[in-house]
């Protein structure tokens, strides 16, 4: 099981409830995840329903055009796993803000 991180990786899903979101293929402009993970690889994640303010930031593991929400770090749940309603949301790799390591202006380690 390998952390991967990459730019630019996006797709569409139509998960509903809690369950793991399959996912459907990339967005234009983007790469699909399995360009660059492999099975059992894991990544940061976001998913984000188009039309409604429901959203999730978590942990994930990639398996056959599956990712698995195995962490929830933050959500519009209370950081709990978002019960999902149909329709299209857009799931992409990302750096969560409280996994992120920075400089500051001082080009300090903050």
Do not use: C
Not at 31 to 51: E, G, K, P
Not at 52 to 74: A, I, K, N
Request: negative net charge.
């Amino acid at each position: 099981m390998v952390l991967v991180l990459k730019d630019r990786v996006k797709e569409t899903t139509t998960v509903t409830g809690t369950g793991a979101a399959t996912l459907a293929g990339y967005v234009d402009g983007f790469q699909a995840f399995s360009a660059v993970l492999s099975d059992s690889d894991t990544t940061y994640y976001a998913i984000s329903h188009r039309s409604s303010d429901e959203w999730e930031v978590g942990l994930g593991t990639y398996s056959s055009s599956t990712l698995t929400r195995t962490t929830v770090l933050e959500s519009s749940s209370g950081g709990s796993a978002v019960s999902f309603t149909a329709g299209t949301k857009d799931v992409f790799i990302t750096l969560p803000a409280e996994k992120a390591v920075a400089l500051d202006s001082n080009d300090d380690l903050s």
